[in-house]
């Protein structure tokens, strides 16, 4: 029941991280360009937003197989 917890627990974690890596990483460059006329170069921007893009999904897809750990 305890590790079942604590695997849940895990989970959300890194759900909490992959969040966060996709909206600060991922959108706030990219409003950033649009909004407030950031002069940095689309492709940088692009590079920045397609990698936190990735790593995000990678981080949610890691905290799903955490869940495959759940014990019935």
Not at 17 to 31: C, K, Y
Not at 44 to 70: D, K, P, T
């Amino acid at each position: 029941m305890i590790e079942n917890e604590q695997t849940k627990l895990t989970a959300t974690w890194l759900n909490g991280i992959s969040i966060a890596v996709f909206a600060v990483g991922g959108l706030a460059p990219l409003l950033s360009s649009v909004y407030a006329g950031n002069e940095a170069p689309i492709e940088v921007i692009g590079l920045i937003v397609a990698v936190c893009f990735v790593g995000s999904g990678a981080l949610h897809i890691l905290a799903r197989h955490q869940l495959r750990r759940l014990k019935p």
